[in-house]
């Protein structure tokens, strides 16, 4: 079966300091994968989305980056953060572009900047 | 691109009575419509979904109907207890994989 993984859970990290989320996912291949940001008490923003190696593409202008260097690794990045960056940070993958199957959630990290 | 509004935004019941969360969407080209259910502090997590061929689904005590006439999908909750307390979002989809999601609905139920 397919499992996702997203660590850290916590995060507290000082404003300008470089971050760096990471997502793996197992027992599939070539899959969608997305990360959102989740407001306290808020909705999901998606940030970025990729649906192959080396392929990205951002949803909103911000203060982060995304990578995917290996097809079933997804890295969130930042070089500095900013207050407004904290929140809560979903990594999610479907099995492909097309077919109608839903999209799992990682755990999700917390990320506190102070 | 895709817009989904959904509505309420808090909706209060009492354990036994039913709950209805709607929600439209803008893009006739949208196939796809899953509904998440997201506890304090956790991972949104699927409970339910629907593809455009079929009106209406239902897995027990949940249900999900589709007018792709008029643009708008439900969920129907019925007999609450108070483990279905939580934030329920719903969602479309057009291309590439990509969700849309609403802004969601924070249902709490009442013992």
């Known amino acids: 079966s397919q499992t996702i993984h997203q660590w850290p859970a916590t995060l507290v990290q000082p404003v300008g300091s470089p971050l760096s989320l990471e997502c793996t996912v197992e027992?599939?291949?070539?899959?969608?994968l997305y990360w959102y940001r989740q407001a306290a008490g808020r909705g999901l923003q998606l940030l970025f989305y990729s649906v192959g190696i080396g392929q990205i593409s951002s949803e909103v202008p911000q203060n982060l980056s995304a990578s995917r260097p290996q097809d079933r690794q997804f890295i969130l990045s930042s070089k500095k953060l900013l207050l407004s960056d904290s929140g809560f940070y979903l990594c999610?993958?479907?099995?492909?572009?097309?077919?109608?199957?839903?999209?799992?959630f990682g755990d999700g990290t917390r990320l506190s900047i102070l | 691109g895709e817009n989904v509004e959904q509505h309420p935004s808090t909706l209060s019941v009492q354990e036994g009575d039913s709950a209805v969360i709607k929600c439209t969407y803008s893009d006739s080209a949208s196939n796809y419509f899953p509904w998440y259910k997201q506890e304090l502090g956790k991972r949104p997590q699927l409970i339910i979904d629907?593809?455009?061929?079929?009106g209406e689904k239902k897995d027990q005590r949940i249900a999900v109907t589709l007018n792709k006439t008029a643009k708008h999908f439900s969920l129907h909750i019925t007999e609450t207890q108070p483990e279905d307390s939580a934030v329920y979002f719903c969602a479309a989809r057009a291309s590439y994989g990509k969700l849309t999601f609403g802004q969601g609905t924070i249902l709490t139920v009442h013992p």
């Open positions: 027992g599939t291949s070539n899959p969608n």
């Open positions: 999610a993958w479907s099995p492909d572009s097309n077919s109608n199957q839903p999209q799992h």
């Open positions: 629907i593809r455009s061929n079929v």
